[in-house]
């Protein structure tokens, strides 16, 4: 059975900083590249961040850039969003997601095949 499990969200202040996990099992995981996605308030599911396993190369949108860092613990499965100087339009709930390596850097979901359930995050003073 295929799963993507999130976990890691919470409360947090303006500025603050919080680290997501996003364990897999199911799949063969350096066949893959994972993404994390957000969707706030109203507002449309957006790609944050991907990684690819088989290279670690790695990718951000622009208005992460500076302040998350994505990695992969590879031999656990498992890949890591930790989000510094967190802002209130960065409260949503997060996903993780993979899509397969020859899509690796796309953000469109629906080309990404596995979906955890999410993980709460808001940031709020």
């Known amino acids: 059975e295929v799963q993507l499990v999130e976990s890691g969200g919470g409360v947090v202040q303006p500025g603050g900083a919080l680290r997501l996990s996003c364990a897999a099992s199911g799949f063969t995981f350096d066949d893959y590249c994972i993404g994390w996605f957000r969707q706030g308030p109203g507002k449309e599911r957006e790609g944050v961040s991907s990684i690819s396993i088989s290279d670690g190369h790695k990718y951000y949108t622009a208005s992460v850039t500076g302040r998350f860092t994505i990695s992969s613990d590879n031999p656990k499965n498992t890949v890591y969003l930790e989000m510094n100087n967190l802002k209130p339009e960065d409260t949503a709930v997060y996903y993780c997601?993979?899509?397969?390596?020859?899509?690796?850097?796309?953000?469109?979901?629906?080309?990404?095949?596995?979906w955890g359930q999410g993980t709460r995050v808001t940031v709020s003073s």
């Open positions: 997601a993979a899509v397969p390596n020859d899509y690796c850097g796309s953000y469109s979901p629906t080309l990404y095949d596995y």
